[in-house]
T-cell receptor, first 111, second 115 residues
Framework: GQNIDQPTEMTATEGAIVQINCTYQ??????LFWYQQHAGEAPTFLSY????GLEEKGRFSSFLSRSKGYSYLLLKELQMKDSASYLC????????????FGAGTQVVVTP | DTEVTQTPKHLVMGMTNKKSLKCEQH?????MYWYKQKAKKPPELMFV???????INESVPSRFSPECPNSSLLNLHLHALQPEDSALYLC??????????????FGPGTRLTVL
């Protein structure tokens, strides 16, 4: 199994930056996904990290440290539409095909 | 194009009804998935098809019956459901089941209500 720890909720104002941290404990680690999910909608793929370092994609960046079992998702220039749940999903060689979603972090963007 | 489509968008059914949910993708993906999601909970995996064969069944009750008629289509047949089966049913697909190609793309879901 795997242990995923991320904050339950974060609040930030429009235009600000928010960093969502995720720590995990797994065996046979094989990459980590971040998904975004708006209430009542399907999850949307944001990023996949398998090597250490930062991956930047527009306003969103994702960082991974395999040795520390740590990842973060950085959201810059926050917009109201970024209010959503953000799900950190580590993959392991034991879980091919299985996305084991944790509870996620609810980000609330205020004006 | 990373589009997965699902029909219907909404479904209301009685406990004695038989209905089917449909999912389609034209990305050439060879793995397809069914998830169930209750309100304020993360999605839970139900079934995985790989190359049109059922590869994972997460101990789902037999009143849910998946079917993969071809590489683009995935169905979920429903029979004798219970009110607690009311949920958002999500279909997803991925190129394959191995590492990066495991990136799953989700359809918009079917909102199911069982009366």
């Amino acid at each position: 199994g795997q242990n995923i720890d991320q904050p339950t909720e974060m609040t930030a104002t429009e235009g600000a930056i928010v960093q969502i941290n995720c720590t995990y404990q797994t065996s046979g680690f094989n990459g980590l996904f971040w998904y975004q999910q708006h209430a009542g909608e399907a999850p949307t793929f944001l990023s996949y990290n398998v090597l250490d370092g930062l991956e930047e994609k527009g306003r969103f960046s994702s960082f991974l440290s395999r040795s520390k079992g740590y990842s973060y998702l950085l959201l810059k220039e926050l917009q109201m539409k970024d209010s959503a749940s953000y799900l950190c999903v580590p993959m392991t060689t034991d879980s091919w095909g299985k996305l084991q979603f944790g509870a996620g972090t609810q980000v609330v963007v205020t004006p | 194009d990373t589009e997965v489509t699902q029909t219907p968008k909404h479904l209301v059914m009685g406990m004695t009804n038989k209905k089917s949910l449909k999912c389609e993708q034209h990305m050439g993906h060879r793995a397809m998935y069914w998830y169930k999601q209750k309100a304020k909970k993360p999605p839970e995996l139900m079934f995985v098809y790989s190359y049109e064969k059922l590869s994972i069944n997460e101990s789902v009750p037999s009143r849910f019956s998946p079917e993969c008629p071809n590489s683009s289509l995935l169905n979920l047949h429903l029979h004798a459901l219970q009110p607690e089966d009311s949920a958002l049913y999500l279909c997803a697909s991925s190129q394959d089941i191995s590492g990066y190609t495991d990136t799953q793309y989700f359809g918009p879901g079917t909102r199911l209500t069982v009366l």
